[in-house]
């Protein structure tokens, strides 16, 4: 059973850092392009980051261009998504996905599996 877990979240004020990990069990992580998505209470999920199986090619949204550094460690089954300079606005629940064979980046109906997400709350 592919399984995709979230870890790292919390509450920090503006202009902290925190970094959140995704590790995934029953599959072969090597082969899945994996993604973190965001989403604030009355608003869409919005994709923030993307990674294709090596690590090589990254996708990041405008939002949080030059402040979040998705990365990979195939060895540990783990994605990692570093965020620094955090605003208020990045608070949300963070979520990450994993499509098999998938490149850096997708659309949200690509992502077969998804993890159950946690939560980021940047006080300012």
């Known amino acids: 059973q592919v399984q995709l877990v979230e870890s790292g979240g919390g509450l920090v004020q503006a202009g902290g850092s925190l970094r959140l990990s995704c590790a995934g069990s029953?599959?072969?992580?090597?082969?899945?392009?994996v993604g973190w998505f965001r989403q604030a209470p009355g608003k869409e999920r919005e994709y923030v980051a993307g990674?294709?199986?090596?690590?090589?090619?990254?996708y990041y949204a405008d939002s949080v261009k030059g402040r979040f550094t998705i990365s990979r460690d195939n060895a540990k089954n783990t994605v990692y998504l570093e965020m620094n300079s955090l605003k208020p606005e990045d608070t949300a629940v963070y979520y990450c996905?994993?499509?098999?064979?998938?490149?850096?980046?997708?659309?949200?109906?690509?992502?077969?599996?998804w993890g159950q997400g946690t939560q980021v709350t940047v006080s300012s």
């Open positions: 996905a994993g499509a098999r064979y998938g490149t850096y980046k997708l659309r949200r109906d690509e992502y077969a599996y």
């Open positions: 029953g599959l072969t992580f090597s082969q899945y392009a």
């Open positions: 990674v294709n199986w090596s690590g090589g090619s990254r």
